[in-house]
């Protein structure tokens, strides 16, 4: 398993206990940080603790790393739960994800000239099409269908929110 180097953690600790779950806890957020990071173009690091199985933030300034680490926690809760459906996981992500979008997309289309204005919606506008444009899906917690059913709906998602872009223009 190769891990990202943005991760650190105690290994002899991971060695020691449940090396199984931790090593699949690592392997899950190592694929999707590096996922983040290259969309991003962020360097953000984490410090795992496997005695409380959490990541946090190595520091607190790293630009969107509070957002990864809500994100990425919300994926292990429900991919750890001991009654783990992906389809269910699927349709709540994607809902999630849908209703950031519609707040986007009637802040646009309702008052554009207040959206032009704001720092803070054209700000999160950037992150959400920066990090599910271009084939997004969570990567070590889907299956091959889960995963392509994932990123086409996820970009539908995206493309109703470029279709008001012009707007901005």
């Given at each position: ?21 931790h ?47 809500r ?92 279709s ?6």
């Amino acid at each position: 398993m190769s891990l990202s180097k943005n991760i650190i953690y105690d290994s002899d600790g991971v060695k020691k206990s449940n090396f199984d779950f931790h090593t699949k806890q690592l392997e899950i957020v190592s694929l999707n940080l590096g996922d983040f990071n290259s969309r991003l173009g962020s360097n953000i690091k984490l410090n795992y603790n496997h005695i409380w199985n959490v990541f946090l933030l190595e520091s607190s300034n790293q630009q969107y790393g509070d957002v990864f680490v809500r994100h990425i926690s919300h994926y292990l809760a429900f991919y750890n739960d001991d009654e783990w459906l992906e389809s269910f996981f699927v349709q709540k992500d994607l809902f999630s994800i849908q209703s950031v979008m519609f707040n986007l997309f009637y802040h646009i289309k309702d008052d554009v000239e207040y959206f032009k204005q704001n720092d803070e919606l054209n700000s999160e506008l950037n992150l959400f099409l920066k990090r599910f444009d271009n084939s997004y899906f969570p990567l070590g917690i889907l299956s091959k269908e889960g995963s392509l059913y994932y990123s086409q709906e996820v970009q539908k998602i995206v493309d109703k929110l470029k279709s008001v872009l012009y707007l901005l223009d």
